[in-house]
């Protein structure tokens, strides 16, 4: 079939463009390329350069592609930024999430996958996440794509859209193409892997005294092919609904330290500093509806085989992507 995705420059957006292709789908990607990389794009892939803010921008971009379905990656998703700037996200997030809506009644495309995030359930009071698990969210990230999931709800109950909301936990990993490549970056993995770069002299473990085994952050780490294989048998098998994507065990921050320190054979020394502000002690799914539902079976549950396709990709590219990132 024919699928647009939006922020398909960005780090999960390219590996889905990429295994998109490689299962026969033809791709359109629309992407400003603002936190994207132009290398992060599959050349077997259309481009149109584009914003959602721009809401003649995407409508003219699904008019020309007709696509038989959406998959929307294109958001802004750091939580300490979204602390700091909110009006970011629910400018990008919200209204560019409102412009592709619109955009899509308009041209008649009813199918929609929706990169969502666990953030949008808070800090649950009870482990694991199942997916009606009350959405708290603690940070204007999670709000954010809450707004978007209410958005299109609406448009699935008034419009007759067909609706798939992907609850992501702590993606990571990389493909042999495509891997993590932020700016600024505040993902654990890639950060912990500077270190042995010789990017940073050390690493900082935000906070220490959570209620977790080892007083450090606990959550829930998926492989972005996992991941990007739960679109496309969400896409293929015509699903709607809620899925959970993760493994269903927690690691800590320092059990991510361990992992990268077997892995590289770099001592990666780590100092404690204080908590951040919207950071849950603990995050872990129940994937078990994705794993019925959509016949989905992660393949990454061991945390030395995700961190060292993570190695190997930043190895690759020791300072990321080669090129400059265009400005917004």
């Known amino acids: 079939m024919k699928v647009l995705v939006t922020g398909g420059a960005g780090y999960i957006g390219s590996v889905a463009t990429e295994r998109l292709l490689d299962a026969g789908h033809a791709v359109t990607v629309f992407d400003n390329l603002a936190r994207g990389h132009r290398e992060a794009l599959d050349p077997r892939a259309a481009f149109v350069a584009g914003d959602l803010l721009d809401r003649a921008a995407i409508g003219e971009a699904l008019r020309t592609a007709a696509p038989d379905a959406v998959m929307h990656f294109a958001a802004f998703a750091l939580v300490p930024e979204s602390m700091q700037h909110p009006e970011r996200y629910f400018r990008n997030n919200v209204v560019g999430g409102i412009h592709l809506a619109e955009a899509m009644l308009e041209a008649g495309v009813r199918r929609i996958v929706f990169s969502s995030t666990c953030a949008t359930y808070g800090e649950p009071e009870t482990m694991p996440i199942r997916e009606d698990t009350p959405q708290r969210p603690t940070n204007p990230y999670g709000e954010s794509k809450l707004a978007c999931e209410r958005i299109l709800h609406w448009y699935r109950e008034l419009h007759g859209?067909?609706?798939?909301?992907?609850?992501?936990?702590?993606?990571?990993?990389?493909?042999?193409?495509?891997?993590?490549?932020?700016?600024?970056?505040?993902?654990?993995?890639?950060?912990?892997?500077?270190?042995?770069?010789?990017?940073?002299?050390?690493?900082?473990?935000?906070?220490?005294?959570?209620?977790?085994?080892?007083?450090?952050?606990?959550?829930?780490?998926?492989?972005?092919?996992?991941?990007?294989?739960?679109?496309?048998?969400?896409?293929?098998?015509?699903?709607?609904?809620?899925?959970?994507?993760g493994i269903g065990k927690g690691f800590s921050v320092k059990d991510v330290l361990a992992a990268a320190?077997?892995?590289?054979?770099?001592?990666?020394?780590?100092?404690?500093?204080?908590?951040?502000?919207?950071d849950p002690p603990c995050l872990v799914a129940a994937a078990d509806r994705a794993r019925e539902a959509l016949a989905w079976t992660p393949r990454f549950t061991d945390l030395d085989a995700i961190v060292r396709t993570a190695w190997a990709w930043h190895r690759a590219h020791p300072e990321g992507y080669a090129g400059g990132r265009e400005a917004r």
């Open 161 to 245: 859209f067909q609706t798939v909301f992907l609850r992501y936990f702590n993606v990571c990993g990389a493909t042999e193409r495509y891997g993590e490549d932020h700016d600024p970056e505040t993902h654990l993995i890639p950060l912990v892997l500077q270190v042995p770069l010789g990017r940073r002299e050390k690493v900082r473990i935000f906070g220490d005294d959570y209620e977790t085994p080892d007083g450090s952050c606990v959550r829930d780490y998926i492989h972005v092919s996992d991941l990007v294989d739960a679109h496309i048998l969400a896409l293929e098998r015509e699903a709607s609904g809620v899925f959970n994507l």
């Open 261 to 278: 320190r077997r892995v590289t054979g770099h001592a990666i020394p780590a100092d404690v500093a204080p908590r951040r502000p919207g």
